[in-house]
């Protein structure tokens, strides 16, 4: 059974950082892009980066492009996503998921798995 769990998340003043990590278990051996999604109340939920299985390739939504750096350490079966200068704009839950294909991709249809998520929020 897969099981995805979130954690980094917290509240954090514009122009800060933080740093989320989404470990994994019950995946095996796997060639599988990893993603980060985000979601807020009422909206759909949001592409924000996706790693390719081997870590060689990244793929981010153009609003956190520059400010978000995701990563992944194969070996401890984890998912990171690094971000800096967080805007007010950037407050949701963000989710990992683990998609169907090697290549990183930003359609949710692609992913089979999704963690719980974790609350990020961004105060003035």
């Known amino acids: 059974q897969v099981h995805l769990v979130e954690s980094g998340g917290g509240m954090v003043q514009a122009g800060g950082s933080l740093r989320l990590s989404c470990a994994t278990s019950?995946?095996?051996?796997?060639?599988?892009?990893l993603g980060w999604f985000r979601q807020v109340p009422g909206k759909e939920r949001e592409f924000v980066a996706s790693v390719h299985w081997a870590g060689s390739k990244t793929l981010y939504v153009d609003s956190v492009k520059g400010r978000f750096t995701a990563s992944r350490d194969n070996a401890r079966r984890a998912l990171y996503l690094q971000m800096n200068n967080l805007k007010q704009e950037d407050t949701a839950v963000y989710y990992c998921?683990?998609?169907?294909?090697?290549?990183?991709?930003?359609?949710?249809?692609?992913?089979?798995?999704w963690g719980q998520g974790t609350q990020v929020t961004v105060s003035s």
């Open positions: 998921a683990v998609s169907q294909e090697e290549e990183p991709q930003a359609d949710p249809g692609a992913y089979l798995y």
């Open positions: 019950g995946l095996g051996y796997s060639v599988a892009a």
